[in-house]
């Protein structure tokens, strides 16, 4: 199955579960679709592709699980894939807090999930145990709040850009 049907499934299942209502018109039903899953979900790490994303085999229903790319809401981190060096830099230690945020835990949990525009990723809130993720990630001073939108740039010293 592709990704773009994980997506689907992951979000419409949980919601008919959750809601368990039907709306009045069919457009009504898929816009109010897209919107959020409040959760929380279970799911346990897959892997952490950044430190802002990482992927996960979430569990909507007892005994099944879909794997799913998740963009964590509030921050962003460095990109990996920066022309800049001391940005890869960054982008690893941020990687590494987040694999460190997250060891340990048997399972996480997704909350508030919206799927969309995240590029073929779920944006979602992320706890370990009772710790709220991205709230450490800010914590550590190797996240910045995000609420969407343009990013900051990052100057390069390398490069004088």
Known sequence: MSRPSHLILFL??????????????????????WQT???????RVVRVIDGDTLVVDAHP??????????RLRGIDTPERRSRCSSERKAADQARGEL???????????????AG?????RILADLKAGSRDIASAMLQSGLARPYQGGKRLRISCPETGS
């Open 116 to 120: 969309g525009k995240y590029y073929g």
């Open 61 to 70: 229903w007892p005994g099944q699980a879909v794997r799913v790319s998740v």
């Open 37 to 43: 899953v409040p959760g929380p979900v279970a799911a």
């Open 99 to 113: 694999k460190r945020l997250v060891a340990g835990h048997e399972t996480v949990s997704l909350i508030n999930v």
């Open 12 to 33: 419409l299942l949980p919601l008919a579960a959750l809601f368990n209502t039907v709306a009045n018109t069919e457009s009504e039903s898929a816009e109010k679709i």
